[in-house]
C-alpha cells in the first residue's frame, strides 16, 4: 500500500483553515468539499485508459476513454457526506455506495446501522471518503464490508488521518492506496487526532 499525502499547497492552505476553533459551519462545508475535490484528482490520475474511435467535427479520431466503468464513491455516514459534493465535482457520473458506521465513543470501535453497495462493485474502484482516520477502525470495517462484497480495487480519502490508522491499514490491507490531505502527529487518550479538526460530523453538521 502507498500513502500520498497532498503537497498541493492549496491543500495546506485550506487544511490551515478547517483548523481554526472558530471555524463557521459554512466554511467548514465548503472547505472539506474543495479539499475533497484537489484529492480525488490527485486520486485518479492512474485510471486506465483505452483508446476509442470518436467521431468529431473532423471525422473519426482514436481518441483515450475511461478503459473501465466510473468509480463508486463510498461515503462514510455520517461526515464523509461532508466530502460528496468536493469529489462528484470531477466524477459527476460516479455511482454512490453508502456505509453508516459510528464510533462508539467508550470502545472506539466502529457499530455499522446502514449499507448500500452497488451492485456491480467488482467492476468498479471504490473511493471511500471520510474526513477522519483516527485509530483506523471505521476504515477497516468500511474495506472489509467492500471486500466481502466483491470488491478488487479500493482507494480512500481522509482530509487528516493519524500515523496509527494509517499503520492499522496498512499492516491489514497492503492493496488499498491512501490519499490524505494531512498526516497529524497522533490520537490523544479519547481516540481524537491531534492537533486534527475536532468531531468533523458535529462541524459538518453543526451538530456541535
Ligand atoms: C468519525 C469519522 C470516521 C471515524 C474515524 O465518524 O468521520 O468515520 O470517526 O475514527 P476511527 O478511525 O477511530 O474509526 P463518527 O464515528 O464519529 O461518526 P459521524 O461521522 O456520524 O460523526
Ligand atoms: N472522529 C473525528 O471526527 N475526529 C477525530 O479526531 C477522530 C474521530
Known amino acids: ?116 453497495i452497488v451492485a456491480d462493485i467488482e467492476e468498479r474502484t471504490a473511493i471511500i471518503i471520510d474526513p477522519m482516520l483516527a485509530t483506523g477502525g471505521s476504515a477497516l470495517a468500511t474495506i472489509e464490508l467492500l471486500k466481502s462484497t466483491g470488491s478488487k480495487s479500493i482507494i480512500a480519502l481522509f482530509l487528516v488521518a493519524a500515523p496509527e490508522g494509517i499503520e492499522a491499514l496498512q499492516s491489514a490491507h497492503p492493496d488499498v492506496d491512501l490519499y490524505v490531505a494531512s498526516i497529524d502527529e497522533k490520537l490523544n487518550d479519547q481516540g481524537y487526532i491531534l492537533p486534527g479538526l475536532g468531531d468533523a460530523g458535529d462541524k459538518l453538521f453543526g451538530t456541535i
Not at 484528482?41 to 479520431?61: D, F, H, M, R, Y
Not at 457526506?81 to 470531477?90: P, V
Not at 454512490?96 to 446502514?114: A, D
Request: proline share 6%; glycine share 4%; with cysteine.
Open 1 to 116: 500500500m502507498a500513502v500520498f499525502a497532498s503537497e498541493h499547497p492549496l491543500v495546506k492552505h485550506k487544511v490551515s483553515l478547517l483548523r481554526e476553533e472558530s471555524i463557521s459551519v459554512k466554511s467548514f462545508r465548503e472547505l472539506a468539499n474543495e479539499i475533497a475535490t484537489i484529492l480525488t484528482v490527485e486520486a485518479t490520475t492512474n485510471l486506465a485508459l483505452k483508446q476509442t474511435p470518436i467521431t468529431c467535427w473532423s471525422g473519426t479520431i482514436s481518441a483515450p476513454i475511461l478503459a473501465n466503468k466510473n468509480p463508486t464513491l463510498v461515503p462514510i455516514l455520517r461526515a464523509g457526506l461532508g466530502m460528496l459534493d468536493g469529489a462528484l465535482k470531477i466524477l459527476p457520473c460516479a455511482k454512490i455506495s453508502v456505509v453508516g458506521l459510528k464510533r462508539n465513543e467508550e470502545t472506539l470501535q466502529p457499530e455499522s446501522y446502514y449499507q448500500n
